[in-house]
């Protein structure tokens, strides 16, 4: 029986062939008690078989810290970190990053439909694999709320919408948790993907973010989302101006797509 469109390939998504691989990925993501959750979010995808099966899922393997898998860079020393955490920053802003696929050419390639395109149809898509991280990784995790990267104006007007904030609506909207704009973009940075090096990302975030809630005055744990870790700086700028506001207390866990 065919359910529907696939939204990778375009290729018809036929229930029988697909039922085998959702099990499988499911088996694959979860234990026993998230393997239900996991199993119906996988079944509700609008992928077909074929492009389940290929989704570059990040293993079991990871840096403890940001969530790369350990098949990209292993672990050095006896904390399960990866080089980049080593050799980071010694102040630890965000207490763990993690995301489900490895960012790979055409995950690229389909993110920018949705990114820089405005295929909005893909927002359901990507704020269920955020669902499926989140029961993988974070299930235990009683969030105050979800809160997202923001775009800076100028970006805005020329992208016409912030897909992070349509996938944190979809997010919200599956685990229950509200969605909260607590931070405003004050500095226009230049892509990371043109900046040159982990020192010249991380000196162009600095202060790049300013609080912008005049009704969040405390939280204990916030869930901080993105579409894509690279080397982490704009997440660690943003979860610095939250705790500069909320206090040291606050622990800040970032959610994203892709490592």
């Known amino acids: 029986m065919i359910i529907g469109m696939c939204v990778r390939c375009g290729g018809h998504i036929a229930a029988l062939q697909k039922e085998t691989v959702v099990r499988e990925k499911a088996r694959q993501l ?9 199993y119906r979010m996988l079944k509700g995808l609008m992928l077909c078989g074929a492009c389940l099966d290929a989704l570059p899922v990040i293993g079991h393997d990871i840096c403890q810290r940001c969530g790369r898998d350990k098949e990209i860079q292993a672990s050095i020393g006896n904390e399960g970190l990866c080089r980049d955490c080593v050799y ?32 909005e149809r893909l927002a359901l898509y990507y704020g269920t694999l955020l669902a499926i991280t989140v029961q993988r990784y974070y299930r235990s995790m009683s969030f105050t709320c979800i809160t997202t990267v923001p775009l800076h104006p100028q970006r805005l007007r020329e992208r016409g919408f912030n897909q992070v904030d349509l996938l944190a609506r979809h997010l919200g909207a599956a685990i229950k948790i ?3 704009p607590l ?5 226009d940075t230049p892509k990371l993907s043109k900046q040159r090096g982990r020192a010249a990302r991380h000196e162009s975030m600095r ?40 206090g040291p207390s606050c622990e800040i866990y970032s959610l994203t797509i892709y490592r």
């Open 30 to 38: 979860s234990d026993q008690a998230s393997y239900p959750v996991i």
């Open 178 to 180: 509200p969605v909260r």
């Open 207 to 246: 202060e790049a973010f300013v609080w912008d809630s005049e009704d969040m005055t405390s939280a204990t744990k916030i869930l901080l989302l993105d579409d894509i870790y690279t080397t982490g700086s704009t997440l660690r700028s943003c979860a610095r101006t939250i705790r500069e506001h909320l």
């Open 183 to 187: 931070l405003r973009r004050a500095k």
């Open 88 to 119: 980071g920053e010694d102040e630890q802003i965000l207490v763990a990053n993690r995301s489900l696929l490895r960012y790979e050419k055409g995950e690229k390639d389909l993110l920018g439909l949705f990114k820089y395109r405005g295929d």
